[in-house]
């Protein structure tokens, strides 16, 4: 599990409840007015609806499984990928041809990895396995940002609704007023408006508390999988060239952050006196 999604939210929902504590001085009876069934089912149903008439239903599928995995740990890093990458091209400059199919089952958790062994051990020139996996990695990018969308609609929506919600509220609560009694109408416009205005409070509380935050979320883990897919890449054309296991860490250490260590004083000085 992601630690720092669950403590954002948690975090989130935290400040939230104290604040609305403090709003109404800690009286729960009218805390409990910020709860309303009503408009939680209008802002999150007719979001999801319209995101099912939008899109088709195995995408909108796929995005609900989104959801769940932007609270799942984070995917190894590149320096694993990197590490894997030079012991295959110091195993096959050592094995040749003989050791692609082992080193291809080996490999069999990715398939683009695997992949781009069975193109070394089918001959393919550099030319064609760039061109190939190039393809893959912007189609798949394509496939995924798709899925990103539905969410940001998702984002955009939610709010409309809220607003939705509260115009019906408002229908709701001006159809019922008594004219004749000022007091009693002053009373129901207030308590009226209240309830109306819940809605799109829900509305812009699940756009910019959900929606949109799992959506960078999941847009940062896209880069990172288009990163290391890219690292891949470059990594299977130098075992076909059957780099040494160091060059292939010196050359694809350029997708990893840059490391800048401060100068101290000391260095500093003695830099200056050479």
């Not at 999604?5 to 729960?28: D, P, R």
């Not at 992949?115 to 550099?126: A, C, H, N, S, V």
């Not at 891949?232 to 780099?243: A, P």
Request: aromatic share 10%; charged share 20%.
């Amino acid at each position: 599990m992601n630690i720092g999604t669950v403590i954002g939210f948690v975090f989130g929902l935290f400040i939230l409840f104290l604040s609305i504590l403090f709003a109404v001085e800690f009286e729960f009876g009218r805390f409990l007015l910020f709860g309303s069934i009503e408009s939680l089912l209008i802002v999150l149903g007719m979001t999801v609806a319209a995101t099912l008439i939008a899109y088709p239903f195995q995408d909108v599928k796929k995005v609900f499984d989104d959801f769940k995995k932007a609270f799942a740990e984070d995917e190894s890093p590149v320096e694993q990928y990197i590490s894997g990458l030079a012991t295959i091209s110091n195993t096959y400059a050592r094995g040749g041809d003989t050791k692609l199919s082992s080193l291809a089952n080996e490999y069999a958790d990715n398939q683009f990895i695997k992949e781009g062994l069975e193109y070394i051990e089918l001959r393919y020139t550099e030319a064609l396995i760039k061109s190939i996996m190039s393809s893959q990695i912007q189609n798949e990018h394509q496939r995924l940002l798709g899925q990103v969308q539905i969410i940001k609609n998702m984002s955009a929506n939610a709010p409309a609704f809220g607003v939705v919600g509260t115009l019906i509220g408002l229908v709701v609560m001006m159809s019922g007023l008594d004219p004749s009694d000022t007091e009693k109408l002053m009373q129901g416009l207030g308590s009226g408006m209240a309830t109306a205005l819940l809605t799109t409070f829900y509305g812009v509380l699940s756009s910019n508390f959900i929606f949109s935050p799992i959506a960078t979320k999941i847009e940062k883990r896209i880069e990172d999988q288009i990163l290391m897919m890219r690292v891949c890449m470059e990594g299977i054309i130098l075992v076909l060239k059957k780099t040494p296991e160091n060059m292939v860490r010196d050359q694809l250490k350029v997708y990893l952050p840059v490391q800048w260590a401060s100068i101290s004083s000391n260095n500093a000085q003695q830099m200056t006196e050479s």
